[in-house]
């Protein structure tokens, strides 16, 4: 087990309770008919963002999904280009025409986030190879589902990485579904990871529950990556404790099943393990205050905002010719 410092152990507090707090905050609006479209939330995930981001440096890139609030939180965007976003508002990561599975901002490398599912594999794996030619030290993530693994790109994509050495750990939240299929009803085997082998990389099984877990085997995977050693594929054991979907009822799941991954929080397990380490709990209520005013902020600077003007309809379609 990895051992760091208080300081970093609070960061990771801090995003995860971040995300959870954001994310719930956002059903609120959405409940309330200030987001337009659906949501997919992150609630239950978080230690799987936090966990693989840390590991990473401020250049590195991520390729995120359908469900991609937890990467941009982690990855550093700032909540209040991903509140106007999902709002549809001009002040909007994407000027309010992207919506909530259109997040990015790549000055903190969350690139544009890929509602394809698997779509981003093949995407990152192409990053991750413009490093490699550029002899540049940094490193390219790809996020995908259980899902994506049954996905065409899943296979070229992490079969080229893999003949290339190129620099990408691809990060699969197996979430146990993809929307309403079960993942026992889409494929034959128990492990995702175990389809490494069959590209000739490492195959790594980590609790999606347990941050630091999730931390130790990403830095693990990120430091081969940077040594020139070619990608790894980690599975995170994982679940969301919300619906696919905002529209999701989630009849396909049975509530024992749901309160056992409950008992596996990974926030409040994680603030339990900081104060039997002797973290002060007072620290962490005043952590937790701190993420409140932050997310409170955000929503009111998105519910502030104009919506885009519409003679913006057609700004950034297509490109100015010769631009
Ligand atoms: C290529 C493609 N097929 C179908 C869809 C519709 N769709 C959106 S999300 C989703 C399920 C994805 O499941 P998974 O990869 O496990 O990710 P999770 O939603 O569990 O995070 C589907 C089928 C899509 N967006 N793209
Ligand atoms: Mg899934």
Excluded at 177 to 189: D, N, Q, R
Aim: aromatic share 8%; hydrophobic share 40%.
């Amino acid at each position: 087990m990895i051992t760091l410092p208080s300081e970093e152990l609070l960061n990771i507090f801090r995003l995860m309770f971040t995300i959870r707090r954001f994310e719930d905050r956002l059903y609120q609006l959405f409940l309330q008919g200030l987001v337009p479209g659906t949501l997919h939330q992150y609630q239950g995930q978080e230690a799987v963002a936090v966990g693989v981001c840390t590991a990473l440096h401020p250049d590195d890139l991520i390729f995120s999904t359908h469900r991609p609030v937890g990467h941009g939180i982690a990855k550093g965007m700032a909540l209040k280009s991903i509140a106007a976003e999902i709002m549809g508002k001009s002040t909007g990561c994407a000027g309010g025409k992207g919506g909530q599975m259109h997040l990015t901002d790549v000055s903190v490398g969350m690139m544009p986030s890929n509602a394809i599912v698997g779509g981003n594999i093949p995407i990152a794996t192409g990053a991750a190879l413009g490093f490699k030619l550029q002899a540049e030290q940094r490193v390219a993530v790809s996020f995908f589902g259980d899902g994506a693994a049954n996905i065409g790109a899943f296979h070229e994509g992490i079969n080229l990485a893999a003949v290339k050495n190129a620099p990408v750990i691809f990060i699969c939240e197996n979430n146990q579904y993809a929307a309403s299929t079960h993942i026992s009803l889409a494929m034959k085997i128990e492990n995702i990871a175990d389809r490494a082998a069959s590209y000739g990389i490492p195959g790594i099984i980590v609790d999606g529950m347990d941050p630091i877990a999730v931390r130790e085997e990403s830095q693990r995977a990120v430091d081969r990556a940077r040594r020139g050693d070619g990608p790894t594929l980690i599975e995170a054991k994982t679940y969301r404790f919300m619906g696919h979907s905002r529209g999701d009822p989630g009849k396909y799941r049975e509530q024992r099943e749901l309160s056992a991954w409950q008992s596996r929080d990974p926030i409040p397990n994680f603030r339990k393990y900081l104060e039997q380490g002797g973290e002060d709990p007072h620290t962490l209520d005043s952590i937790e205050e701190s993420v409140q005013q932050v997310v409170e902020e955000a929503v009111q600077f998105a519910l502030d905002s104009p919506p885009p003007h519409p003679s913006e309809t057609y700004a950034h379609v297509y490109a100015e010719r010769g631009g």
